[in-house]
């Protein structure tokens, strides 16, 4: 076999774009999926087994256009779970088991999230309750801009009148040019399992 001067050498020098082009997209690939969660802290975990919430139970369940604003609230020197749905009707509360109280709970940025699976997607998904656009974590006092949820999983502010999508990653729908939706990690492992929001 006949072999051309500087041939094994081209070769190389061939693979070498093709390997940094495959290295640069795989970096842009998990960039995208690693700015697809905030990096601020969220820690909640609700065992529904436990709990039987039915407000939480259906926004556990796929496809059933259903999102859980989540809360914990105090009572007469009680911890409670404070759930309300997008679909109206009288928010409930489940107050604290022993497993609940030993735990440091961190509900969003200002105490509540909102939990629902997208309609479109089928995809569970976990939001800070708060407009992205408007909450200032470190503002002194700190001043809420809840969202309210409607039926149809958007999402709109009373301050800016922003409006977000939660069927879709909680982007921007409506309202001057701003941030999608506080996003966190999260599971549920059925209507009557477990929350977990991290």
């Not at 009680?78 to 604290?96: H, W």
């Amino acid at each position: 076999m006949t072999t051309i001067p500087g041939q094994n050498h081209l070769h190389v020098f061939m693979r070498k774009p093709l390997f940094l082009l495959t290295m640069l997209l795989l970096l842009v690939a998990c960039d995208k999926a690693e700015n697809e969660y905030t990096s601020r802290t969220c820690y909640l975990v609700i065992d529904n087994s436990v709990h039987q919430d039915a407000t939480l139970a259906a926004a556990m369940t796929p496809y059933s256009n259903v999102f859980a604003t989540v809360s914990i609230i105090f009572e007469s020197g009680a911890q409670y779970f404070y759930f309300q749905s997008n679909q109206g009707g009288t928010p409930t509360k489940s107050i604290f088991n022993a497993i609940d109280r030993r735990r440091t709970f961190r509900v969003g940025m200002n105490n509540g999230v909102i939990v629902g699976y997208g309609s479109l997607e089928g995809r569970f998904y976990a939001y800070d309750r708060e407009c992205p656009n408007c909450f200032n974590p470190n503002a002194i006092p700190v001043k809420s801009y809840p969202l309210n949820v409607a039926t149809n999983g958007i999402a709109s502010c009373n301050n800016c009148r922003r409006k977000y999508d939660l069927n879709i990653g909680g982007i921007l729908v409506e309202g001057d040019y701003g941030s999608k939706m506080t996003h966190y990690r999260s599971g549920s492992t059925g209507p009557y399992g477990n929350l977990s929001v991290n």
